[in-house]
Every structure is written in C-alpha cells, then in structure tokens.
C-alpha cells in the first residue's frame, strides 16, 4: 500500500472540518516580510526586550518613545496578507465555519478577509488609554481608543509621548506587552471559538508560548482532530492527526 502523500492527507483533514478552527502564529506572517520576534535580525535583537515590558512602559517617557518607534517601524515595512492568510480567509468563503486565533498583531488576517478573528495578543493596528498609572499589568484607562496613525500624527507633531484626549492617561500600542495581563474578552473569545470547533488547524506557531501552546492539547483531550503547519517541528507534533512541514503559503495556497 502506498502512503497518500502528505497534503492529500492534509486536504482530507479540511475537507471534513465544518467548524474549522485556525491557530497561527508569527510563521504565517514572516512570508508577508515580519520577522519572528525571536528570528535573527528580527525586533528583539536591536531594541532590548527587557526594556520592552508593561511596567518600564509605564514609568519610563524614553520606553514609551522607543515603542513608538518600533512600532513605526513595523508598519514602514508595509506587509500584506500573504497566500497562507487568503487561503484561509478562503476556506471561510467557502460557506465553512472557521475561527481564527492569531498569536500576531499584524491585522493580517481580517485584511485577507477572515470575518472571525481573536487576537490574543492585541493588534499593533490601534492604540488605546492605559491610565494614568495602571498596576499589576493591567491597563486602566477611560476607554479612549483610536488607530495607530493618530499617536504618529501627535509625535510628528511635535509630541514625542502623546497623552489621552479624554483623561490625560498614557496612551500604549494595543498589544499584550511582557508582563502585561492578558485581554479576558479575546481569551473569553478564544475560549468561545474553542468549545464551537470540530476541528483544529495550527499554521505558522512554534507552539512553545502559552496560552496558545496549551489549546492543540485541550483540543486533541476534547478528540477533535488536529493538523499542524510549520516549517519546523513543534513538541506537539506527536499529538496531531496530520502534521506538514513547510511555508503556510506553499502548504495552504
Ligand atoms: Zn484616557
């Protein structure tokens, strides 16, 4: 007997899955030209990580100026969705249900198209007020939010730190930063998409960063099937019905 090849077994998989859920990670937006956090070259090896948490952002004016920048940075690269986003925007299109928890903050997934979308670590793509003086990690603003280009509007106007309209808060990129909470309404989401889902597909995550690392686990104690796509392996391999290593977009497109 001859072996189906791997994507054949991968189409199968998808072709059963009518409530599809999709977990991915920074390996289906690297195609789209953002570096892996972690990657050589990537962010963390020109701005220093420790600096990078919830709690220096809060006390420090020159923390929240070097956030800024990198922020700007990240959109300077100008990615769009790739052919591992459309294809799963696709597979929603198609009339299945597909959930999407995304480990990025690139906004890459609704560009694409895909309707439902928990970004579990924020989006880069809005700021929002954190108050003036949140404890615990936990922001504890007035609610004031706004997209990313109104904070580069103010600094290009000569306000390197801009404050909060409404109450003179601090005003943070909209991503879970290092020692920052995490959004109970994306987890109470993620959690939603979770328990509705027959299926689940893993793209582009190493799945060695929790929570997420923890979901294929629930999934597959739950039985429903799991595939994984990665470039490389991940420790769950073992655990999944269908595992293809390769690029998101060379599998999926
Ligand atoms: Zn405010």
Redesign the pocket.
Known sequence: MVDPPADATLADFLRRAERLLVLTGAGISTESGIPDFRSPGGVWTRYDPRQMTFDRYVESAEVRAMSWAMRREFFAAGARPNRGHLAIAAMEAEGRSVGVITQNIDGLHQEAGSQTVVEIHGTARTVG?I?RRPRWGTPD????SADTTWAFQRIDEGDPDPA??????L?KSATISFGQAMDTTSMDAAAELMARADAMLVVGSSLQVHPVAGMPVDAVDRGLPLAIVNREPTPLDHLADVVVHGSAGDVLG
């Open positions: 007020c108050g603003g007035c609610g004031f909060c309209p409404t109450c003179g808060g005003v």
